[in-house]
Nanobody, 128 residues
Framework: QLQLVESGGGLVQPGGSLNLSCAVSAFILDNYMIGWFRQAPGKEREGLSCLMESTRSKYYAESVKGRFTISRDNAKRTVYLQMSSLKPEDTGVYYC?????????????????????WGQGTQVTISS
């Protein structure tokens, strides 16, 4: 079964931190690149950070570089997005996604949104 299930969203004050989790089915974890995307109100979906396990490569969008960290725990079959110094413009629905590493690059996955599977999304709201 191919599944991505996000959790951890919520309401946070500006400057705060939040950790998102994505539970990933074993097949996806072993064979796919995993990434986090965000869709802010009225905007297109944006790739924030993507991870390729085989090369230990990571991609971060400029808008989150230095503030967000992507990681994975293979034993728990979970990919995380640790977010800090959150801003109101970080508000949106956050999606976990997967793309076969055999069909494109990490860069294309995150920059172009080339994805094979999406999670259902989790809402993050940054507001005082």
């Amino acid at each position: 079964q191919l599944q991505l299930v996000e959790s951890g969203g919520g309401l946070v004050q500006p400057g705060g931190s939040l950790n998102l989790s994505c539970a990933v089915s074993a097949f996806i974890l072993d064979n796919y690149m995993i990434g986090w995307f965000r869709q802010a109100p009225g905007k297109e979906r944006e790739g924030l950070s993507c991870l390729m396990e085989s090369t230990r490569s990571k991609y971060y969008a400029e808008s989150v570089k230095g503030r967000f960290t992507i990681s994975r725990d293979n034993a728990k079959r979970t990919v995380y997005l640790q977010m800090s110094s959150l801003k109101p413009e970080d508000t949106g629905v956050y999606y976990c996604a997967a793309k076969s590493a055999r069909t494109t690059s990490l860069h294309n996955m995150c920059l172009r949104g080339w994805v094979d599977y999406w999670g259902q999304g989790t809402q993050v709201t940054i507001s005082s």
